[in-house]
C-alpha cells in the first residue's frame, strides 16, 4: 500500500443508488477497487452493481467489515452521512460532496477528529493508488503507479499534472485530492506527513491555492522534511475578497495570497513552479 | 451574501441587539424627511457591501435636514470601489464614549467558530492585529460544547472590557453567536460596537455574511437581497448554476475546474494580458451549459477574445468536443475563440473542432494563453 487507500481497502459507497453514486461506483469498480457494500436509507436489501445496499453504515459495516466510505450524499444531508460514518467506525471518510454548509462541516470535521477517524473532502475528487485502488471521482486511466506522490486542492490542475508526469513515464504512488471548501477533514500537513514516511514516495507534488493559511502551515513540515517536494499555487492573479470557484478559494483582507504562500515555500527550500509544465519538469529534474 | 448595513442591523434588532434609530432612503427628499423625522445631528451612511466606505466618503455627520439632504444626494451619486450606491441609511448621531470591535467568524485553521473582542474598536480588526495586537481577545469555541459563559469571561478579562459594560456586552455577543448558527453565518460583526455617554451599548455598524452552501434554508434572508450586493452578470451565471467572476480584463475565459481556470487566469496575465472573468463549468461539457456560458462571457462588452481550456478526464476530449460544437451552433460568436483541449483522448476532440472555423486551437496551455491575449490585443495568430 502507498497511503490510505490500497490492496486492503473495502470500500462503501454512501449515497450508492444516486446518478452519481452510481455511476462512480460502476468506475471505481471497474478500476478494480473492492467495492464491498452500499448504504441508501430506505433502500436496503438492493444491489447496485452487485453491490448489496444497506440501510445504515452500521449494518453495512458489520456484515462486510468496510474500512473505507466514499460519500455521494446531497449537500444538506452529506456532514451527517460523514458522522454515521465516524459513528460506525469507519477508518478513512471520503467525501465527493460539494456544497455543504460550513456550520454543518465545522461539527462533521471536529467529530471526525476527535473520533480518530481520518476525513478527506469534503468538495473533492477522492484520491487514489494506481493500479491499487480509486476511491473518488478521478479519472483513473491518466495513472499510473511509480514513484511521486501528489496531494492538491484541485481536481483537474491534479489531472493536469498527472497527464504531463504520465507522458513524460514519471508514475505515481498516491495521489490525494484533499478539497476545495475551507472546512477539510485532512489538510496538506497530514498528507505530507504520510508521504514522508511512505517508502513507496520518492517526491512529493503539492498544489495549492489562494485562501487559509494551509500551505503556510506545511511549509514549516517541510523544513524537517527528508524527501524532496515541488509546490505550485495557483490564483496568483486573482483579486482579493472574492471566491474563486471553490469555497475556499478566497483572500480575506490580507489573509491567503499567493504571495505569502509561494513565500512561505521558498523559505523552506521548496521549489515553487510557475507553470504546469514546469511542475512535470522540475520533478523529472529531481528523480534523475 | 453579505447583508447589507441597515439589513444587518434589522436581523440584530429583531434578536435583541440594541441599535440607534434609523431610516433607509433612497432619494435626497426621503433623506431630508428620515432627518427632520429623527431630530437633531443625524449620520448618512452609504450602503454598499464593501468596506472603506468611510475613507471613500461615504459617511456624513450633519446637522439638520438640509444639510443631510445635501449630502444624501452627493453620496447617492458616488460609485464605492465599483458599487453604485443606491441608498444610505440616516441615522441618530452617538455621543461615543468607547468603541468595542466584536466578531464571530470561522476560522479555518482550527476548524471552529472563533469569538474575537478588542477594546480598540472602529478601525478595521487587521489593523488592529498589525498595530496592537496584544489588544485582541480570542475564544475558540469547541462544537461539542458550544459557546459557553467561561469563554464569555476571558473574553471580558483579556479584552479589558470594564465591569460596567461586562452584562451589556455579555449579551451582545452571545445573540451575535446564535445569529451566525441559526442563520449560517460566516461572519457576524460589529465595528464599533460602541459605548454611549448614556452608559448603553449599541451596534453602530454591522456586518454578517451569510454562507451561500446554507441559502436554501435561509430563503428568507435571500429574498431581501437587493439587486446592488452583486453584479449583474455573476448574478445571472448564478442563477444558471455556474461559478463566474467578473474582473477587469478583456480575455474572456471559460474552463473545467476552479484550479485550472484560476492557473488560466495566471497564465493570461503571464502572457501579458487581463483575464475578464473567472468561469468553471465544472465537469462534463454538456452542451448546454457550455452555451450559457459563452452567452454569459459574451454579454460582457469588456470581452475583446476567449479561451476555453478544457481537460477531459471522465469526460473525454472528444464528447467535449461535441459539446463545444452544439454550443457554437446556438451563440453569435463575436470574438475570436481561443480552444485548448487536454487529456484524455484531447486528440480525437481536436480534429472535431479543427473544421470549425469560428474556432482557433492551441496544443499547449502556454500556446492557448498567448493566443488569446494576442488576438485580444487586435493582433493576428
Known amino acids: 500500500m502507498s497511503i490510505l487507500v490500497g490492496k486492503e481497502t473495502r470500500l462503501l459507497v454512501q449515497g450508492i443508488t444516486g446518478r452519481e453514486g452510481t455511476f462512480h461506483t460502476q468506475l471505481m469498480k471497474q478500476y478494480g477497487t473492492p467495492i464491498v457494500a452500499g448504504v441508501t436509507p ?23 467489515g468496510a474500512n473505507t466510505s466514499i460519500i455521494f450524499v446531497p449537500p444538506a444531508f452529506a456532514a451527517d452521512a460523514i458522522m454515521e460514518a465516524v459513528d460506525a467506525g469507519v477508518e478513512l471518510v471520503v467525501c465527493i460532496t460539494e456544497g455543504i454548509p460550513i456550520h454543518d462541516m465545522i461539527d462533521a470535521a471536529q467529530y471526525a477528529k476527535r473520533a480518530g477517524t481520518t476525513l478527506i473532502g469534503p468538495n473533492c475528487p477522492g484520491l ?27 481536481g483537474t490542475l491534479t489531472y ?12 505515481q504512488s498516491t495521489c490525494v485530492g484533499i478539497g476545495g471548501d475551507p472546512i477539510i477533514g485532512t489538510r496538506f500537513l497530514d498528507v505530507l506527513r504520510r508521504f514522508e514516511d511512505d517508502p513507496e514516495t520518492e517526491i512529493v507534488v503539492m498544489i495549492g491555492e489562494i485562501g487559509g493559511t494551509d500551505e503556510e502551515e506545511a511549509a514549516e513540515f517541510i523544513k524537517t522534511m527528508q524527501k524532496p517536494v515541488v509546490g505550485f499555487i495557483s490564483g496568483r492573479t486573482a483579486p482579493p475578497g472574492k471566491r474563486m470557484g471553490h469555497a475556499g478559494a478566497i ?19 521548496v521549489p515553487v513552479a510557475d507553470t504546469i509544465q514546469d511542475i512535470v519538469a522540475e520533478v523529472k529534474r529531481r528523480l534523475a | 451574501m453579505k447583508l447589507l448595513e441597515y439589513q444587518a442591523k434589522e436581523l440584530f434588532a429583531a434578536e435583541g441587539i440594541p441599535t440607534l434609530k434609523g431610516q433607509v432612503a433612497e432619494t435626497p427628499d426621503a433623506v431630508r424627511a428620515a432627518a427632520e423625522a429623527l431630530g437633531g445631528r443625524v449620520v448618512v451612511k452609504a ?12 459617511i456624513a455627520v450633519v446637522n439638520g435636514p438640509d444639510e443631510a439632504a445635501k449630502e444624501g444626494e452627493r453620496i447617492l451619486n ?15 448621531a452617538a455621543d461615543i464614549a468607547a468603541e468595542y470591535y466584536l466578531g464571530v467568524t470561522v476560522d479555518r485553521a482550527s476548524q471552529a467558530i472563533v469569538i474575537i473582542l478588542s477594546a480598540a474598536g472602529g478601525v478595521d480588526i487587521e489593523e488592529i492585529a498589525a498595530t496592537q495586537p496584544e489588544k485582541i481577545a480570542k475564544a475558540t469555541i469547541d462544537a461539542s460544547i458550544g459557546l459557553r459563559d467561561f469563554h464569555i469571561r476571558g473574553l471580558m478579562a483579556q479584552g479589558g472590557v470594564p465591569a460596567e459594560h461586562v452584562r ?6 452571545r445573540t451575535m453567536y446564535r445569529i451566525a448558527k441559526e442563520r449560517d453565518a460566516m461572519l457576524v460583526e460589529i465595528n464599533p460596537c460602541a459605548a454611549l455617554a448614556d452608559g448603553s451599548i449599541v451596534a453602530l455598524d454591522g456586518k454578517v455574511e451569510i454562507d451561500e452552501n446554507a441559502h436554501y434554508r435561509q430563503t428568507d434572508l435571500v429574498e431581501k437581497q437587493v439587486p446592488e450586493a452583486e453584479h449583474p452578470l455573476e448574478r445571472e451565471a448564478a442563477e444558471k448554476g455556474l461559478a463566474y467572476v467578473k474582473l477587469d480584463g478583456y480575455v ?21 494580458g487581463k483575464p475578464a472573468n473567472f468561469l468553471d463549468i465544472g465537469g462534463g461539457a454538456k452542451a448546454e451549459v457550455v452555451r450559457n456560458a459563452l452567452n454569459i462571457v459574451l454579454a460582457d462588452p469588456d470581452v475583446k477574445s476567449v479561451l476555453i481550456n478544457v481537460f477531459g478526464g471522465i469526460t473525454r476530449g472528444d464528447e467535449v468536443a461535441k459539446g463545444l460544437l452544439a454550443a457554437f451552433e446556438e451563440v453569435d460568436v463575436r470574438v475570436p475563440v481561443v480552444v485548448r483541449l487536454a487529456g484524455t483522448r484531447a486528440e480525437e476532440g481536436r480534429q472535431l473542432l479543427a473544421g470549425h472555423d469560428a474556432l482557433i486551437p492551441a496544443a499547449t496551455f502556454q500556446e492557448a494563453a498567448e493566443k488569446a491575449v494576442a488576438l485580444a490585443q487586435g493582433g493576428n495568430v
Open chain 1, 160 to 171: 493536469e499534472v498527472v497527464n504531463g508526469l504520465t507522458e513524460e513515464g514519471i508514475g
Open chain 2, 252 to 272: 474572456g475565459i471559460i474552463g473545467n475546474g476552479a484550479g485550472l481556470v484560476m492557473t488560466t487566469l495566471d497564465m493570461i496575465e503571464r502572457s501579458g
Open chain 2, 47 to 58: 450602503q454598499v457591501p464593501i468596506g472603506g466606505r468611510g475613507k471613500a466618503g461615504g
Open chain 1, 251 to 269: 483572500i480575506s483582507g490580507s489573509m491567503g495570497t499567493a504571495e505569502s504562500k509561494v513565500k512561505a515555500l521558498t523559505a523552506a527550500g
Open chain 2, 168 to 173: 451589556a456586552m455579555t449579551q451582545i455577543i
Open chain 1, 42 to 64: 430506505g433502500k436496503g436489501g438492493q444491489q447496485v452493481e452487485g453491490v448489496p445496499v444497506f440501510d445504515t453504515v452500521k449494518a453495512a459495516v458489520a456484515e462486510t
Open chain 1, 128 to 154: 487514489i493508488t494506481p493500479e491499487q485502488a480509486l476511491v473518488g471521482i478521478l479519472p483513473g486511466q491518466i495513472f499510473k503507479p511509480g514513484p511521486v506522490g501528489l496531494v492538491s486542492r484541485s
Open chain 2, 78 to 92: 458616488m460609485t464605492i470601489h465599483g458599487y453604485p450606491v443606491h441608498r444610505v441609511l440616516v441615522e441618530q
